[in-house]
């Protein structure tokens, strides 16, 4: 009886979350036209305990949709502009000297940094040098904060969405491969359609301004964290999810002949793990019990294109991670 009472209970939460997150989308439409596709893989990664790299040309809205999900689900807000003489303790935070007006005794007391948030939006991370950038990715990885020896806990839900601008790479640095693999989703924001266009040329030259309703509390949202890890997940879709990110790997016997043609490295068992963890929160996010095969497709390329990394055979023939990807879909 108390197993079919926990049971019961699950599936009011599943439900709980399905409407929440459609209220969620509601609420951002208000203000942000078109990225449905962006939106909910912002949501599965945020629900799943990932974070996010934004990849997009300036004015497509980067930072008004990360401001506005932050609001709408009750969640502190940081924003970090990251520039070349950004320091690490410009992001964590720094300790001053202060002096007790009475015992005239100094002291140290740490001024938490901007990394103090639930979202944070690390603008432009591949501006600022590698040791900064190692400051951000480390609280992203332990959501800890280590300063003069002391460690503070970072507020939990903790979500950082790192942009990248993919024109101008004159003065920057670029992310290594192993930190790229820190975020669960690197995703590609397009420009919008020309009916979106004149939609949110409509909406921003007007004397129009959205009033926002908070949907989800912090609380709230860990919740809905706890039960996608509790989600059950078949046999054969954590197998399909396994067999597809060895297939990236070259040295892989199963990988097809155009893998071990275009690609230097394939992705490692972090891809794995978020695979099915994109498809589990997916799945409930739809009001699903259990995820399958299509919910793992679904996230394939949004995992797997910043952790396949292509030779100068896949330059020279014009091919890109995302087109290896969609070919190695076929081929499963």
């Not at 995703?187 to 009916?195: E, T």
């Not at 990394?309 to 290896?324: L, W």
């Amino acid at each position: 009886m108390k197993s079919g009472e926990v049971i019961a209970d699950d599936v009011k939460h599943v439900d709980k979350l399905n409407d929440t997150v459609k209220k969620i989308k509601e609420e951002i439409g208000k203000v942000i036209i078109g990225q449905d596709e962006i939106i909910d893989q912002l949501l599965i990664s945020l629900l799943s305990r990932g974070h996010c790299l934004l990849v997009g040309v300036p004015g497509l809205a980067k930072t008004l949709l990360i401001k506005t999900l932050a609001e709408v689900m009750d969640l502190k807000f940081s924003r970090i502009q990251f520039t070349p003489d950004l320091m690490p303790s410009d992001i964590t935070g720094t300790e001053l000297i202060e002096e007790d007006p009475l015992s005239k005794k100094r002291n140290f007391r740490f001024i938490p940094g901007p990394i103090f948030a639930n979202v944070i939006l690390a603008d432009e991370i591949n501006r600022t040098p590698p040791k900064t950038q190692s400051a951000l990715l480390e609280a992203m990885q332990e959501h800890k904060v280590t300063t003069a020896g002391v460690t503070y806990t970072l507020t939990e839900p903790f979500f950082v969405l790192a942009t990248q601008n993919p024109i101008e790479q004159e003065g920057t640095y670029p992310l290594p491969e192993a930190q790229l693999d820190r975020f669960m989703f690197n995703l590609w924001l397009d420009y919008p359609s020309f009916s979106e266009e004149v939609k949110i040329v409509q909406s921003t030259t007007s004397e129009y301004s959205p009033k926002l309703s908070k949907i989800i509390n912090a609380e709230e949202i860990i919740g809905f964290q706890d039960l996608v890890r509790k989600v059950p997940v078949a046999g054969n879709v954590i197998e399909y999810a396994v067999k597809a990110v060895n297939r990236t790997r070259p040295v892989d016997s199963t990988s097809p002949q155009f893998v071990k043609q275009w690609i230097s490295w394939g992705a490692g068992p972090r891809a794995s793990q978020y695979l099915i963890l994109a498809a589990k929160t997916r799945a409930v996010t739809q009001g699903r019990f259990s995820p399958n095969i299509d919910d793992v497709k679904a996230a394939m390329i949004p995992v797997l294109r910043h952790r396949i990394i292509t030779n100068f055979s896949a330059e020279a023939d014009g091919v890109n991670s995302v087109e290896v990807i969609k070919k190695l879909l076929q081929e499963l």
